[in-house]
């Protein structure tokens, strides 16, 4: 199987970015038709359960959104085939890391993802600041991973077994379980460890924070879901310090995006908010908290991409990312401000989008476990809603600069790629509804 998925990728390769678009896409419909159908039967080739499938069928749709944002930025440059190449390699890693079920593949391939990444912050960032945003991201991910694959081969030597589906021996003591969480809460990322998210998202391409934002970062909350099992109830020590920070933590960088006036910076920073109850309710370890997280994920995978790819829109028509400089945008381009505010809305959680339902298992999760947690989580969302307002009118609203109107023409691929960003975030819970 794994053969053939790496000739299916290799053929990808070797079509045009049109052509692999549409490949890509297809391969996603037909991975979406063949979903397992519990969490108990589940592919023994790739062993997939519905926290895979639907992760690696997350990767697919985004990647190929990351594609099609892309086609412009290939026009103009003659590296276009590498550059489509280090997205076919993400792909693969990707799918591979959320597939395999041994330990040590996992980590290989864990770590095979912040190649490609780094790679296009390093060849296609915007500005020289791209080399130290590499180095961030390059050395807290790494640092991170290092305690994992001790703990990893510790594991695998008390066990006789790399099958992180089999623990005869758990893991004991609050040691291994920080090692365990570090590299996966850096990655998620969990608030303290989320400064290299920062620069690589200013730093990074289209494409680039398009994915990192959409698939890279739920590597982390996967990985936490994977080795919970490892441990025995020794980590309960660390559960309550994490949940703590994490909820403190969002709070805090909620009210730090009313002073943000960088698009991008902004829109990354509602990316650690969002993360930071997924990680306090997967540690509560309920299943609404679980499943919660899970959606979550997906939601903020779908919504996340389509944002930035809108404050790229922007960034072409105006040569900034200021929301000091990119006013008034709802004058140079009106469809464009639909989008904004549809995607915005589902930013904040609201309905028909699964944004919504997600919200209410992780807040509802994190209420159980202590009440003394409302007003600190009433302030987040009152927060996110606050920023997501802000962006949206900072950008759309005010004087517009005459001097480039030239620039006001949207291609009906923008519209597409929009599209297909907000469908998946109602059209679920629609079918939902005509399924009861």
Known sequence: MLKIFISVQICALMLNWGETVLFTTVVSFIFLLNKPISIEHSYMSFELDYFSWALILLSFWVITLAMMSSIANKNSNKKSKLYLFIMICMLMSLSLTFAVSSLASFYLLFETCLIPILMMILGWGYQPERTQAGVYLLFYTIFGSLPLLVVMLKFMSLSGSGYMFFTPTPLTGVVSAFCLFA???????????????????????????????????????????????????????????????????????????????????????????????????????????????????????????????????????????????????????????????LLLAANMAAPPTINLASELMLLTSLISWNPLSIPLLSLLALSSVIYSIYLFSMSQHGSFNKNKSALSCNSSLDYLNMSLHWAPLNMYILNMMFML
Not at 306 to 324: D, K, M, P, V
């Open 183 to 341: 590299a996966f809460l850096t990655k998620f990322p969990m608030y303290g460890v989320h400064l290299w998210l920062l620069k690589a998202h200013v730093e990074a391409p289209v494409a680039g924070s398009m994915v990192l934002a959409g698939v890279l970062l739920k590597l982390g909350g996967f990985g936490l879901i994977r080795v919970f099992p490892l441990l025995d109830s020794s980590y309960y020590v660390v559960k309550e310090l994490i949940i703590s920070v994490s909820v403190w933590g969002g709070v805090l960088i909620s009210l730090n995006c009313l002073r943000y006036t960088d698009m991008k910076l902004l829109i990354a920073s509602s990316s650690v908010v969002h993360m930071s109850t997924c990680v306090a309710a997967l540690f509560i370890m309920t299943e609404w908290g679980v499943k919660g997280c899970l959606l979550m994920m997906l939601a903020h995978g779908v919504c996340s991409s389509g944002l930035f790819f809108l404050a790229n829109t922007a960034y072409e028509r105006t040569n900034s990312r200021s929301l000091l400089v990119s006013k008034g945008l709802l004058n140079l381009a009106p469809m464009m401000s639909l989008w904004w505010f």
